[in-house]
């Protein structure tokens, strides 16, 4: 059964504790990407990866780290530097199109909703 | 900002009628993707629309892009109350010219769509 997985759902932790999201997809999908959240909102681009062992700042990167050392694995850590870290995290995976070749759509998790206090 | 700004913010209907939910952005986009998501889970695909086509259709859905005007809007036909959901669009500005690219998107706000039975 293929597809994106993230785990937890739910995730709850104190202030000034580092905490890391699990990401896993088994699409064979070259690109991973990281999104939050918040109430109302849309999706804010954290980290994406394009390939293993590469990965590139999104729009809200601070306070955040990212790995990517397989294909199939992109974890989040949210670290106590991310000033406002309750929100709900999105992992995506999306395969790569060369010259002339159709665009793909990104395949999402369920989600984590982490929670802070 | 981001780039895709949608209206209305919420959109409340009958189950029957039509829901249409506008979008607009500001840069020159590869394609334009809408993504449909229901309450605290991942989002799903709905469709896809190059900037050199007008309009598509997908099942109960209809797509239109005017690039000149820098918008797009979803049209629901035949709403159901199983439609309840929230909407978003999300463009892909990136360039394959140069080789193999990844469709980094940016996502608007969203309409959230409720289809009273």
């Known amino acids: 059964d293929g597809g994106i997985t993230q785990s937890p759902k739910y995730l709850f932790r104190k202030e000034g504790q580092n905490v890391t999201l699990s990401c896993e997809q088994n699409?064979?999908?070259?690109?991973m990407y990281w999104y939050r959240q918040d109430p109302g909102q849309g999706l804010r681009l954290i980290y994406y990866?394009?390939?293993?062992?590469?990965?590139q700042k999104g729009d809200i990167a601070e306070g955040y780290s990212v790995s990517r050392e397989k294909k199939e694995s992109f974890p989040l850590t949210v670290t106590s530097a991310q000033k406002n870290p309750t929100a709900f995290y999105l992992c995506a995976s999306s395969s790569a199109r060369g010259p002339g070749i159709l665009p793909y759509e990104q395949y999402f998790g369920p989600g984590t909703r982490l929670t802070v206090t | 900002s981001q780039q895709g700004e949608e209206d209305p913010q919420a959109l409340s209907i009958q189950e029957g009628e039509n829901a249409t939910m506008n979008c607009s952005y500001k840069?020159?986009?590869?394609?334009l993707q809408w993504y449909r998501q229901n309450s605290g889970r991942g989002l799903v695909h709905l469709i896809l629309?190059?900037?050199?086509?007008r309009e598509k259709h997908s099942g109960r859905l209809r797509v239109t892009l005017d690039t000149s005007k820098k918008s797009s809007s979803l049209l629901i036909t035949a709403s159901r109350a199983a439609d309840t959901a929230s909407y978003f669009c999300?463009?892909?500005?990136?360039?394959?010219?140069?080789?193999?690219?990844?469709?980094?998107?940016?996502f608007g706000q969203g309409t959230i769509l409720t289809v009273h039975p």
């Open positions: 840069t020159s986009i590869n394609n």
């Open positions: 990866s394009q390939i293993v062992n590469d990965f």
């Open positions: 629309i190059r900037s050199n086509e």
């Open positions: 999300a463009t892909d500005a990136s360039s394959n010219a140069g080789g193999t690219s990844y469709g980094k998107l940016t």
């Open positions: 699409l064979n999908h070259d690109a």
